[in-house]
């Protein structure tokens, strides 16, 4: 985990040097999914950094990365798993210039690892994600995001070898930089498909 902090920290450091617009966030989101009609619930606690070209002089060379640690539940006979999962891609942003807001999109792609351990067995397995975001901040400090993912398992043992999720987001940015928000999604994956909701806390720099 410390090494974690520390990655997070250098690529902080390496997106402040060389993109713009930095959103760096914790998250917390609930899941509530099935998988073969069985109901399965999850607690995850994120953090992430993400990039867009919001003006003319950011660079459009833009990096998203983040790691979510979950703990999850099979409602109908108490088994628990936990979960670590971690995703870093790069991508080409493309600002949006208008009267109402500064605007992005970003098309992602890159690699991550995903890794499910409950109390007899480990499952862990490195992946490929593509996907696009984007971001408005309005005039009036209200930011609105929207994203769609596609995440490929390499590992043969997973019964499902493809997520796909959707994500959007509100909150208000404040003086300062500091940011609040809340966001609704979907996800059909490996551990069932359903709902997410979550809260999200930032600074933006």
């Given at each position: 985990m410390k090494k974690f902090?520390?990655?997070?920290?250098?690529?902080g450091a390496l997106s402040q040097a060389l993109f713009s617009a930095n959103f760096a966030h914790v998250d917390y989101d609930?899941?509530?999914?099935k998988y073969d009609g069985v109901k399965i619930r999850a607690n995850s606690f994120g953090l992430g950094i993400d990039t867009f070209k919001l003006s003319d002089s950011d660079s459009s060379i833009v990096f998203k990365g983040d790691y979510k640690y979950s703990k999850v539940k099979n409602k109908d006979n108490g088994d628990k798993a936990k979960v670590n999962d971690f995703n870093a891609m790069l991508g080409y942003s493309f600002y949006l210039p208008n009267s109402v807001a500064n605007s992005s999109v970003n098309f992602l792609a890159g690699f991550g690892y995903f890794n499910l351990k409950d109390d007899d067995n480990s499952e862990g397995s490195f992946s490929a994600k593509v996907g696009v975001n984007n971001m408005n901040v309005f005039n009036n400090n209200v930011y609105l995001s929207l994203g769609a993912f596609a995440t490929h398992y390499f590992d043969y043992d997973f019964d499902t070898r493809t997520k796909y999720e959707a994500n959007?987001?509100?909150?208000?940015?404040?003086d300062g930089g500091v940011y609040a928000g809340a966001k609704l999604g979907y996800e059909k994956g490996i551990l069932g498909k359903g709902s997410v909701t979550g809260v999200v806390l930032g600074y933006s720099f």
């Open positions: 902090f520390y990655s997070l920290i250098c690529v609930y899941s509530n999914l959007l987001g509100l909150g208000y940015i404040f």
